[in-house]
């Protein structure tokens, strides 16, 4: 069946980890956050490495090591988070991207260009702080 609307693995690994590290009061290593949303060791290190780079958590290494919030949930919004890892949400006018339409309007409306808004306004909305 086909899907209208998919999130990546990365994309669900850092929202999904980064809420995980924001309702606990301790560091969170890379295995930990793994087991607790069924993704892979290295795709969730990758996905981490990124997010450190973007200054949204801060890692250390070795036994005692994991990552924590360099932000305060209230300041984290899940479209960042999203776009760090997907790039910006484009809105689309054309879904078949065609210059030039055949017809006096678009079959499918504007329906490519609603989906694209909405979903940004709502990632853009919630807050990790939401979600604790």
Same mark, same amino acid.
């Given at each position: ?5 998919t999130?990546s ?28 949303? #069924? ?6 290190a $990758?996905?981490?490495?990124? &997010?450190? $780079? ?5 890692? #250390?290494r ?7 919030? $360099? $932000?305060?949930?209230?300041?984290i919004?899940?479209?960042? &988070? ?11 006018? %054309? ?5 030039? %339409?055949?017809f006096?309007? %678009?079959?499918m409306?504007d329906?490519a260009?609603?989906?694209? %808004? ?15």
């Amino acid at each position: 069946m086909s899907k209208i609307i998919t999130l990546s693995e990365a994309a669900s690994i850092a929202l999904h980890g980064m809420v995980l590290i924001a309702k606990t009061d301790h560091k969170l290593n890379v295995n930990q956050i793994s087991e607790q949303i #069924n993704s892979s060791r290295h795709h969730v290190a $990758k996905v981490f490495q990124r &997010l450190a $780079k973007e200054n949204f958590v801060s890692s #250390n290494r070795g036994p005692s090591g994991g990552f924590v919030l $360099k $932000k305060e949930p209230s300041e984290i919004t899940l479209l960042e &988070l999203y776009e760090v890892i997907e790039g910006p949400v484009e809105v689309q006018g %054309c879904p078949g991207e065609k210059k030039d %339409c055949p017809f006096n309007q %678009c079959i499918m409306g504007d329906v490519a260009e609603v989906l694209a %808004c909405r979903f940004r306004d709502f990632l853009g909305q919630q807050k990790l702080s939401d979600y604790l």
